[in-house]
C-alpha cells in the first residue's frame, strides 16, 4: 500500500509533518500568501482556459470522492448501503465519514482509481482537482486546502502543492473550495495503472449542508492512431442556483468540424441525487441549446453525485460508490450539438435552491480539417 509522508494521523487536523522522512513536493505553489507558502485564496474563480491544443489524441480523466455516510439522520432516509448501490439520497440527511483505503494511521482518507491511456500515447498535460466542505460536524482548517497527498502505481505519497489561487468561499452554512495543481511529469512517467490520493481537507459529521468532498484527474494525450481533435481545458469556482440561479461557460477559440463527435467532462460538489432543479445544455454558435443528459445524469438532476462516463459508472474506482453524496465528476456526449461543427461553445448551468459549485469543464471533439 502507498505510504503517507506528509500528514497528522487520522482525527487530527491536517498539517505537514516536519520529519526527515517527508519528501519535497512534486509542484511549487506560485504566488503564495505572506507566511503560507500556498497561493492566495478567492471566495469567486471565474472559469478561464488552463489548456488548449489541437493534435491526435484525447482526454481521459479518473477522479473519486473522498468521504461517505455513516448513517442516516432522518427516519425516511435510505440506508447508506443503498445509497452505496444508487439510491436518491442528500449529504445533508447523513452523517458522514471519510473513505480511506490504504491502512495507513498518517492519513484519514484515501481513494483510488485506475488511469488508463491508449497504448503508445504521450501525455502532454495533467491536471489534478481536489475539494470539498470544510465546516461540518467540525471544522477543518483553510489552511490546508492547497495541499493533497498522491501516490502513482506502485509508488508512495508525494506531497502536491496547488499551483494557482485557491477557491474558497465560507457563506450559507458551508466552507467550500477547490485547488488544483499541474502533475504532468508525475503522469508523464508514471501513466496507466491505480492511483492514490489522500488527505483532501474535507469534514466528517453532519449538518444541514452536510459532507462532500472528492478529486478528479484530466489527463491529455497524444496518440498518432487517434483522430485530430480540439482539446480544451478549463476551470474556476462558480456558485450555481440559490441566489445565482444560472452560469455559462463559452469555450472559444475551437474549430470542430461538422457532425464531429465530442464529449465533456465536469467537476462539480454538492449536487443532490433526487432534487430536481440542476441542468446543463451546450449550444453552438447560432444553433439551438442541446440538453446534456444520459441514463446516469438525468434532464433535471444533472448534478446527482455521480462519476460516470457517457452514461456508465466510470470503471476502476476503489472504492466504487454509486452515490457519491455530494461530488460529481462525469463525462457527457455532446455530438448532438456539433452537427454543424462549432467555433465556440456555450455551457449554460442552473442549480436548484441549494445550489452546487462548478469547478471545472473540458471537451474533445473532431477537429475541422
Not at 74 to 91: H, P, Q, T
Not at 285 to 299: E, F, I, K, S, Y
Request: charged letters at 20%; hydrophobic letters at 35%.
Amino acid at each position: 500500500m502507498p505510504r503517507s509522508t506528509g500528514f497528522a494521523a487520522r482525527g487530527v487536523r491536517c498539517a505537514l509533518l516536519c520529519t526527515a522522512l517527508s519528501l519535497a513536493p512534486i509542484t511549487a505553489a506560485a504566488a503564495p500568501a505572506p507566511g503560507s507558502g500556498l497561493p492566495a485564496e478567492t471566495s469567486r474563480i471565474p472559469f478561464t482556459q488552463r489548456y488548449h491544443a489541437v493534435h491526435h489524441g484525447g482526454i481521459v480523466r479518473v477522479a473519486n470522492s473522498a468521504t461517505t455516510c455513516r448513517t442516516p439522520k432522518k427516519a425516511s432516509a435510505a440506508s447508506c448501503d443503498a445509497l452505496r448501490r444508487g439510491a436518491d439520497g442528500a449529504n445533508g440527511d447523513y452523517d458522514m465519514f471519510y473513505a480511506d483505503l490504504d491502512a495507513d494511521p498518517n492519513t484519514y482518507n484515501s481513494t483510488r482509481a485506475n488511469l488508463t491511456l491508449p497504448e503508445d500515447s504521450e501525455v502532454r498535460y495533467a491536471r489534478l482537482y481536489w475539494g470539498g466542505n470544510l465546516r461540518v460536524g467540525e471544522q477543518k482548517p483553510p489552511k490546508d486546502n492547497g495541499r493533497v497527498l498522491i501516490a502513482e502505481p506502485g509508488g508512495r505519497y508525494k506531497e502536491v502543492l496547488a499551483d494557482t489561487r485557491i477557491a474558497h468561499r465560507d457563506a450559507d452554512g458551508k466552507d467550500a473550495y477547490q485547488a488544483s495543481a499541474d502533475i504532468t511529469p508525475l503522469v508523464r512517467d508514471s501513466r496507466s495503472g491505480l492511483w492514490t490520493v489522500a488527505q483532501v481537507n474535507v469534514a466528517m459529521g453532519h449538518s444541514a449542508a452536510g459532507s462532500w468532498g472528492g478529486w478528479t484527474l484530466v489527463v491529455a494525450y497524444e496518440n498518432e492512431r487517434e483522430p485530430l481533435r480540439e482539446l480544451a481545458l478549463w476551470d474556476g469556482f462558480e456558485t450555481v442556483g440559490g441566489t445565482q440561479p444560472a452560469r455559462e461557460v463559452t469555450l472559444g477559440g475551437l474549430g470542430i468540424g461538422a457532425r464531429s463527435a465530442g464529449r465533456a467532462g465536469i467537476v462539480a460538489y454538492d449536487g443532490d441525487r433526487g432534487t430536481r432543479g440542476d441542468t446543463v445544455t451546450v449550444r453552438a454558435p447560432g444553433r439551438a441549446p442541446v440538453p446534456l443528459t444520459d441514463p446516469a445524469n438525468p434532464r433535471t438532476d444533472a448534478m446527482n453525485s455521480t462519476i460516470t462516463d457517457l452514461g456508465r459508472p466510470l470503471a476502476g474506482l476503489r472504492p466504487a460508490y454509486r452515490n457519491t453524496l455530494g461530488y460529481d465528476s462525469d463525462v457527457l456526449d455532446i455530438a448532438p450539438a456539433l452537427g454543424a461543427g462549432a467555433k465556440a461553445l456555450t455551457f449554460r448551468f442552473t442549480g436548484e435552491e441549494n445550489g452546487f459549485f462548478l469547478g471545472a469543464l473540458f471537451v474533445q471533439a473532431d477537429a475541422r480539417r
